[in-house]
C-alpha cells in the first residue's frame, strides 16, 4: 500500500495502477513511468549501449557480460570461485506470482496498458508464466 505522503492516507495498489494521480506525492511523476521511454533521447537516438535484467533467467550471464565489458576480473574472478548472488532470501517477501494471480483483471489491464512499451523494448509476454500466466 502506498501513502499520500501529503495527508498521510493510504492508497491502494489497485487504486494507484487505475490512476497514479491518486497518489498525492512529492515523489516525481517519472518515478512510475515506463523505463522504455529511459532508452532514447527526444530525438529518438538510444542513450544506452547494454540493458542487464535482474529476473533470475539472465542475471548471471548479464552481470558477467558487465564485468567482462568493464575489465574487473577480481570480481570475475570471485564469483567464479564464490558463486553468483542469489535470489533475494530476505524473509517475509512478497511473492510475485502470488500477487499477479490475485490482481482483479482492471488492475492488471490498466498496468499492461500503461506499461506496454515496457513489455515491448525489454522483450516480455504479458502471457509468460513468470508474470502471472494468461494476461499477465
Known amino acids: 500500500m502506498a501513502m499520500d ?3 498521510g492516507d493510504p492508497v ?4 494507484w495502477a487505475k490512476d497514479p494521480s491518486r497518489l ?8 512510475w513511468l515506463p523505463q522504455a521511454l529511459s532508452l532514447t533521447n527526444a530525438q529518438g537516438c538510444p542513450v544506452v549501449d547494454f540493458v ?3 529476473d533470475p533467467s539472465r542475471f548471471h550471464r548479464d552481470l558477467r557480460a558487465v564485468l567482462e565489458w568493464i575489465g574487473s576480473t577480481d570480481l570475475l ?3 567464479q570461485h564464490k558463486g553468483f548472488p542469489r535470489e533475494n532470501s530476505a524473509k517475509n517477501r512478497k511473492v510475485p506470482d502470488a500477487e499477479t494471480r490475485t490482481m482483479a483483471p ?7 496498458e ?3 512499451e515496457d513489455f515491448a523494448a525489454f ?6 508464466p513468470r508474470y502471472g500466466g494468461s494476461g499477465f
Open 5 to 7: 505522503f501529503r495527508r
Open 12 to 15: 491502494a495498489f489497485s487504486e
Open 24 to 31: 498525492n506525492t512529492r515523489l516525481q511523476p517519472s518515478h
Open 52 to 54: 542487464g535484467f535482474l
Open 77 to 79: 574472478d570471485h564469483f
Open 106 to 112: 482492471e488492475t492488471k489491464q490498466a498496468l499492461i
Open 114 to 116: 500503461r506499461y506496454a
Open 123 to 128: 522483450g516480455f509476454s504479458v502471457s509468460d
